[in-house]
């Protein structure tokens, strides 16, 4: 009996080994050298379920509010590097240039406010400025997402902030400012790189911790499915976080 279980024990572990090096369902990457497939399995390697990819034109749309650009520039790193890869460089990340399309001006107000609590984080390198005219690394734009999607951002790439915002603003317009705001701050975390706080409770894929800032968080306000009711102010894990990345 002792060795059944051993053998048992052993099997077990040789299985959760297996499931732990492949985090990606290998059945679900397709084998390609089309540009498009190859972001959807760069989406598949960082974790995320087959299920959770929308196919649209021009983009897959993960978990609701994060967009993946089909023509984005793939971090040549594992997940196991995941932030390391997908971070915006040192000299973008300080100087994030917003583009408020004109659909979005009249929240220019929820938008300064939201850029006021990244730029406030000390000890951190994070600064958004809002742009009229000219260059610029990020649109934030009116995006009708249907009900139950606030907002949708966009991961890194290529050293760049993730390159355009989507808020659903009619959808959100009757939060309160706070609220808005808060989509607005964020879909901004997404676009330098942050993940939702909390993956693991609402059923997300392996996420990488920042190292020395892992595990749940109640009042994170980078915890995803909380349009409406989450979190107005970035937490003090929120703020570490971003410190330790940038
Ligand atoms: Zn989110």
Redesign the pocket.
């Known amino acids: 009996m002792f060795f059944l279980l051993a053998v048992l024990f052993v099997i077990a572990i040789a299985s959760c080994k297996k499931s732990a090096d492949a985090p990606a369902t290998p059945q679900s990457v397709i084998e390609t050298t089309d540009p498009a497939k190859k972001v959807y399995n760069y989406i598949i390697g960082l974790g995320f379920p087959a299920h959770s990819i929308v196919d649209q034109p021009g983009e897959y749309i993960v978990e609701g509010?994060?967009r993946f650009p089909k023509d984005m520039v793939i971090p040549n790193v594992s997940t196991e590097q995941y932030y390391t890869g997908s971070l915006v460089s040192a000299t973008n990340v300080a100087n994030i240039r917003l583009f408020v399309d004109a659909s979005m001006t009249s929240m220019l107000s929820e938008i300064n406010s939201a850029i006021s609590q990244w730029n406030s984080i000390s000890g951190c390198n994070i600064h958004w400025t809002v742009v009229t005219s000219g260059a610029y690394d990020v649109l934030i734009t009116n995006y009708n997402l249907g009900n139950g999607v606030c907002g949708q951002?966009t991961f890194p790439s290529g050293g760049k902030a993730g390159n355009l915002i989507r808020i659903n603003k009619n959808y959100i317009a009757g939060n309160s400012f706070a609220q808005r705001a808060r989509t607005i701050c964020?879909?901004m975390g997404?676009n330098v790189s942050f993940r939702?706080t909390n993956w693991a409770s609402i059923g997300e894929s392996t996420a990488i911790d920042v190292p020395g800032v892992g595990g749940p968080d109640a009042s994170s306000l980078m915890n995803?499915g909380q349009c409406g009711s989450g979190a107005t102010v970035l937490s003090d894990k929120d703020k570490q976080a971003a410190a330790v990345l940038y």
């Open positions: 509010d994060i951002g964020h879909e997404h939702h995803g």
